[in-house]
């Protein structure tokens, strides 16, 4: 492991020139002069701990091999025998997407498109564009169109959530096993290898790497250095500092992208997405999520009668897991947007590198909280069994998907750096 470099914050010089590329922290908003980095190393903020640039040599090179394997593992996981059920000489089986179109066919077409975006959509075209960004960049003659399909997979990024379903599926199998003798096919391990290869494509790649590499190539021009008599701004496509042009509004000079010295009404979207998720989370408890009937009669599970089943059940780990995932942290993750949004707007001093940590863990973990929703496509996919056993989806669960998304997409909508701005920390 070699050292991070030495960083220092960007440096006002008359003639506009440094020893490196300036780079701005997408965090805390901090300008530093970042060197040429050696092999292995990564640059981060000095002020805050964020990672601004890690530089592997091989790194490309690595990410494209990942990419090829993981669609060749898609179209095993889609091809391959998935998951069967089989009870009292039935037998149900069920594919990547049955679950799906049994949320389809039950009428939640909300939540089907929920879980077609993404266990089904966006991890493919995520490998699909790395896939052809990446092999692009190994020709001879790049096409020109390969920094915007960039911009496309890089959006796709956190959408994609093949190891929350892997989480799903686990928990949906425990929950079987009581119930029938659940077979395992070979498209499930597919689907485990998929997500072993979306996370080593994800981790071997680095933006800043890419985006140089463009530059390089000549796909892209070469950025002009930053004039620090001139006002400039963090690109929020590809990370690029550039100044702003005369009028203060204009495109990115390396990816096109329209360029804001912070989120447009950060505050304002962020609290309505936060409200938004409240009112929503109180019928995704109330209501059921899941019915399951066997033999003719049974009662609907809300989330908490779900941990409390698997608890009654002597699988309290899983129960933990549940509870952690689709009750603590939607709540927590309501409480911290909240907090950020107060402690902002009341221009806070104190703590503010702890409060971009929590921005930070606030924006990792809230996908997880998906979990719930994969089991119940998953259940309601297999255990359609007429008399026997039937598994039918509830309104709760479409309440609690909307409830994981707009959390999502609230995180995404706060800018961190606002917080550091009202503290009197950036004077840009």
Same mark, same amino acid.
């Given at each position: ?13 008359? /003639? ?48 494209? %091999? ?33 679950? $799906? ?70 928990? %949906?199998?425990?929950? &079987?096993? /009581? &119930? ?25 790649? /680095? ?70 998720? $409240?009112? &929503? ?90 979990? /719930? ?31 994981? $998304? ?23």
């Amino acid at each position: 492991m070699h050292p991070s470099p030495d960083l220092t914050a960007a440096p006002d010089r008359e /003639d506009g020139a440094s020893p490196g590329r300036v780079m701005e922290c997408h965090e805390c908003g901090l300008r530093h002069v970042v060197p040429r980095l050696v092999d292995g190393t990564a640059a981060r903020c000095v002020r805050c701990g964020a990672l601004l640039h890690r530089f592997r040599a091989t790194s490309l090179d690595h990410a494209f %091999a990942y990419a090829c394997a993981g669609l060749v593992f898609f179209l095993m996981a889609n091809f391959l025998p998935f998951i069967s059920l089989e009870i009292s000489g039935r037998v149900q089986a069920a594919s990547l997407v049955t679950g $799906i179109f049994a949320l389809y066919g039950q009428g939640l077409w909300e939540l089907a498109a929920v879980v077609a975006l993404t266990m089904f959509v966006a991890p493919a075209l995520r490998l699909g564009t790395l896939f052809l960004v990446l092999g692009g960049l190994r020709l001879k003659r790049p096409p020109r169109w390969l920094p915007q399909l960039y911009r496309w997979a890089v959006l796709l990024g956190p959408w994609a959530m093949i190891e929350v379903y892997m989480l799903g599926v686990f928990v %949906a199998y425990v929950k &079987l096993l /009581d &119930l029938a003798t659940v077979v395992v096919g070979p498209g499930l391990y597919s689907v485990g290898a998929l997500m072993l290869a979306i996370i080593a494509a994800g981790t071997a790649l /680095d933006t800043e790497t890419v985006w140089q590499e463009f530059e390089r190539r000549g796909l892209i021009p070469r950025p002009p250095p930053v004039d620090p008599r001139r006002p400039a701004c963090l690109c929020h496509a590809c990370g690029l500092v550039s100044n702003l042009p005369a009028g203060g509004h204009g495109g990115c000079p390396r990816c096109g992208a329209a360029l804001h010295r912070r989120r447009p009404e950060s505050l304002t979207r962020t609290w309505a997405l936060v409200v938004t998720a $409240i009112i &929503l989370y109180i019928p995704a408890n109330l209501f059921p999520v899941m019915t399951v009937i066997s033999l003719g009669s049974g009662a609907p599970d809300t989330i908490i009668s779900g941990v409390i089943e698997l608890a009654d059940a002597g699988m309290w780990p899983l129960a933990a897991l549940v509870f952690f995932a689709s009750i603590t942290v939607p709540v927590l993750k309501l409480i911290g947007l909240i907090l950020l949004l107060v402690s902002t707007q009341r221009g806070a001093r104190r703590h503010l590198r702890d409060r971009t940590v929590l921005y930070r863990i606030v924006e990792a973990v809230g996908r997880w909280s998906m979990i /719930d929703i994969f089991m119940i496509s998953i259940l309601v996919a297999l255990v359609q069994l007429g008399e026997l056993a039937t598994i039918e989806p509830g309104i709760g669960a479409v309440s609690f998907a909307a409830v994981v $998304i707009i959390t999502m997409v609230a995180a995404m909508s706060f800018d961190p750096r606002l917080m550091w701005d009202a503290a009197g920390e950036n004077h840009d």
